[in-house]
């Protein structure tokens, strides 16, 4: 069918949620957190946050431990990261199923809309969308998550001990932790680890999914203007996870912003650390771009060559005829209106030069250093100027 837009049975089969029907949705809207239609994202956002952290402030509020002045030195309004994690990270953790649901039920379709994976390689295709949807309806790989939920909490509280302080109490050699602070271990930072780590199963389903499909014969075309051979339009799957790297970077820069302000440690001490941050989650995100490499490389290679010999014989026949005044004997490549003049063929060799190896851009770096450096410029600003900051970034940008 080549470019033409596949059938609507076709794209109903393609069509490959990451969220909808795993385990995780099925549980949920089993006890009502999901509606029949639809996906709950709102509600569901504003109740765990709501059960993760009300508790929380109301027990410390009573026992006169949230705000200052109270029997701790450190009351659980300067603990940034316990607010963020429940009122931040774990609602952009929910919403972000949204953003991966309209991301990626059109990306496979894709491949056949533009021509990308043939007629002959679409039954090999719909075999590889099933059996991402079994991994992705699979119970086994949540239980394992489970398991090691499970086994992480259970060997003590883990995390930060530090940011249970204002919860603690009794003999301060052996103190033990009040209800806020057991609510925060055993419910808060549980329900934040198994979305993080529910996000991390679905990194897993892209990354096997894209490395299922650049296995296919792909029409990668050389020329494409996209640089990369047809394939650009994954440069948008990385924002996809653009909440979840805004959660996690949320979550790390609130434990740092209480060491600034309370603890008198400098941001400079921290850059490395926020570094360290930003190119984890670029190499763990784009990831799944890069399996395209070992296609386009290749492709890359043979087109140049296949390009130069045919630029260079049109070049040859242009010389001799209008250089060297010599009759040639065109066989259609002087006249194919395909390539045109000798600077339309340069144009075609340039454009093969200019392919990338693999389908990431500003684009797809964007969606996850973005959402990244977000929280991290906010503890950067404690000390540094904002306007020294941000004139920082730019000319170092530029």
């Not at 549980?27 to 946050?49: C, D, K, N, Q, T």
């Not at 316990?82 to 059109?106: D, K, W, Y």
């Amino acid at each position: 069918m080549g470019l033409q837009s596949a059938p609507a049975t076709d794209r109903s089969e393609l069509a490959v949620s990451l969220v909808r029907d795993d385990l995780l949705f099925r549980a949920e809207r089993a006890v009502g957190l999901i509606p029949a239609a639809g996906a709950g994202i709102g509600r569901r956002a504003a109740l765990f946050a709501a059960v993760t952290w009300v508790p929380i402030a109301v027990w410390a509020a009573f026992a006169h431990r949230a705000l200052p002045g109270g029997p701790v030195a450190e009351p659980l309004l300067e603990h940034f990261g316990v607010h963020v994690r429940c009122l931040v990270a774990i609602p952009l953790l929910v919403i972000g199923e949204a953003m991966a649901q309209a991301q990626t039920l059109s990306l496979v379709p894709y491949f056949v809309r533009s021509g990308l994976v043939t007629e002959a390689d679409r039954p090999r295709l719909r075999e590889v969308v099933q059996g991402i949807v079994r991994l992705r309806n699979a119970t086994l790989p949540w239980v394992v998550m489970g398991g090691l939920l499970i086994a992480w909490f259970a060997i003590g509280p883990p995390g930060n001990a530090h940011e249970l302080l204002w919860a603690e109490e009794g003999d301060p050699a052996a103190p033990r932790f009040g209800f806020g602070g057991w609510w925060l271990v055993v419910v808060a930072r549980p329900v934040f680890v198994a979305l993080l780590l529910a996000w991390l199963w679905r990194l897993v389903l892209v990354t096997l999914l894209l490395a299922r499909i650049a296995r296919l014969d792909l029409a990668i075309v050389p020329t494409h203007p996209d640089r990369a051979g047809g394939l650009g339009f994954l440069e948008h799957l990385p924002s996809a996870f653009s909440l979840v790297v805004l959660a996690i970077s949320a979550v790390a820069a609130s434990q740092w912003a209480h060491q600034v302000v309370y603890h008198g440690v400098a941001v400079q001490s921290l850059f490395a650390s926020m570094a360290a941050l930003v190119a984890i989650s670029l190499v763990l995100f784009l990831a799944p771009l890069l399996l395209f490499a070992r296609t386009l490389g290749p492709v890359k290679r043979r087109a140049l060559l296949d390009y130069g010999a045919l630029v260079g014989e049109h070049g040859r026949r242009v010389r001799r005829r209008w250089i060297l005044g010599e009759p040639v004997d065109d066989d259609g490549r002087l006249s194919a209106p395909e390539l045109g003049p000798v600077a339309d063929t340069l144009a075609l060799y340039e454009a093969v030069q200019r392919m990338r190896l693999a389908p990431v851009g500003r684009v797809a770096a964007a969606a996850i250093v973005v959402p990244a450096a977000i929280p991290l410029l906010v503890v950067l600003a404690l000390q540094i100027p904002l306007k020294s900051l941000l004139l920082g970034l730019l000319k170092t940008i530029a």
